[in-house]
């Protein structure tokens, strides 16, 4: 069965430091791979998406991510955060079952 | 209105009360979500339907009774519920829930329910 692993369940850092959320993914024939955020309280905002193509993905409030098949990883990054990017991060998969499998989610904890 | 609506935005009901989410997209997708968010705990999808039709239920205990009379609007009724049901419930859509096609789901902002 397909399955998202996030490595780490929380990271904390410090405000304008570098930050990167791993996710790894099921190897699979087409893989479409999701970062979604989540600010308490509220649902869940797409980040960026990979479908095909260019390996490093740019979504938005300055994050990317960079597909890798050989590590079957897709790890998100920032090079500098701010405080109101605390929150909720979420991989996920989607292709061979129609619907999406996420991960267990990792919480951004950036302090002053 | 655009993207997913849900109401109510917030909920508190007894154990022997009768209450219903409602979800409503203005995509013009076809496929609709009902997933449960717990605190400390994954999301959990619950249920899927495709073109008005359900096609995952994910042992879902009959105490939530999901409906759905059109594309555009997915209900979740509720009866007798306990108190570990207290979560947020997130709707979602996407263009169809078909193996192999591309699916990004578009999610409204849930109701959160407390189940005294």
């Known amino acids: 069965a397909q399955s998202v692993t996030q490595l780490d369940s929380q990271v904390p850092v410090f405000e304008e430091a570098p930050v990167e959320l791993r996710c790894n993914y099921s190897s699979s024939v087409s893989v479409y791979l999701f970062w979604y955020v989540q600010y308490p309280n509220q649902g869940l905002q797409l980040l960026l998406k990979y479908l095909s193509g260019s390996t490093l993905v740019k979504g938005i409030n300055g994050f990317e991510a960079e597909f890798n098949k050989s590590q079957t990883s897709f790890h998100l990054r920032k090079p500098s955060v701010h405080i109101s990017d605390t929150a909720e991060y979420f991989c996920a998969q989607g292709g061979n079952t129609g619907k999406l499998i996420f991960g267990q989610g990792t919480t951004l904890q950036v302090k002053p | 209105e655009t993207g997913v609506t849900q109401t109510p935005r917030h909920l508190v009901m007894g154990m022997t009360n009768k209450k219903s989410l409602k979800c409503e997209q203005h995509?013009?997708?076809?496929?609709m979500y009902w997933y449960k968010q717990s605190a400390k705990k994954p999301l959990e999808l619950m249920f899927v339907?495709?073109?008005?039709?359900?096609?995952e239920n994910n042992s879902v205990p009959s105490r939530f009774s999901p409906e759905c009379p059109n594309s555009s609007h997915l209900f979740l009724h509720l009866h007798t519920l306990q108190p570990e049901d207290s979560a947020l419930y997130l709707c979602?859509?996407?263009?169809?829930?078909?193996?192999?096609?591309?699916?990004?789901?578009?999610f409204g902002p849930g109701t959160r329910l407390t189940v005294l």
């Open positions: 979602a859509s996407s263009p169809a829930a078909v193996s192999g096609i591309y699916n990004e789901q578009f």
């Open positions: 995509l013009g997708h076809n496929a």
């Open positions: 339907y495709n073109f008005k039709e359900q096609t």
